[in-house]
């Protein structure tokens, strides 16, 4: 039996200042409900630039709490407003000097969820994360939605199987990776590692990525957005790789069940053969 929700992506880039980067997204999440859309997932850091071609603790002012900060209560409002569930990928002071690349989620009613910390923090030319991120602390959590179980999975992580096994796991049906890839480094990666974890984890991912040059860095962020299926098959047309693009697809959870039916990867898995896997 089908089973179609309409999900959307956000790739947009850096307009100059955070409320005129937030009121871009939140025009984002307007269109995507008049499009009909029932989830949205927006870019790694979406209300900054990508500060971390960098290092200048001036960025930290960009983090906020989660959930008590204003960004994460403003989308909560229109959320509610729009009876949309929301993916909103930001910077996280637990505390000062306790700092995490965050994604908080919000369900349709405008209730927070909670939060998935980036496990994986990369310290490369032109990514220099470590300056400003903790490693995540949250393990892979699932989030309940009113358009199914969704998991989240920050840029860099997608180089690491174990973290999108660990979603399947736990039942994930679309898991969201929000990113800011340049197009000098890890281009000939996009369209090639989350098409290969859909496929291996038997799920939707959700691969969303800025665009542009900013005036920080000469990172060129090559959007090519897409919704790829548990087959490998890009749903519907891959984003641009230049402009600001909002994509809106549908996709059909019934075929989880299809896949996994074919394909008995959960039940042929050999956990007990795995310990050198997490040995130090």
Known sequence: MSRVIRAALFQTAWTGDKESMIQVHEQAARD???????????????????????????????????????????????????????????????????????????????????????THIPQVQGFWEKFYFRPGNSGWPIFETAVGRIGVYICYDRHFPEGWRALGLAGAEIVFNPSATSRGLSRYLWQLEQPAAAVANEYFVGAINRVGVEDLGDNDFYGTTYFVDPEAQFVGEVASDKETELVVRDLDLAKLREVRDRWQFYRDRAPGAYGPLTAP
């Open 32 to 118: 995507a409900a008049a499009q009909g859309a029932q989830v949205l997932c927006f870019q790694e850091l979406f209300y900054g630039p990508y500060f971390c071609q960098v290092q200048d603790k001036a960025f930290y002012e960009y983090a906020e709490q989660i959930p008590e900060g204003p960004t994460v209560r403003r989308f909560q409002a229109l959320a509610k407003e729009l009876g949309i569930v929301l993916v909103l990928p930001m910077y996280e002071e637990e505390q000062p000097g306790v700092l995490y690349n965050t994604a908080a989620v919000i369900d349709a009613d405008g209730s927070y969820l909670g939060k998935y910390r980036k």
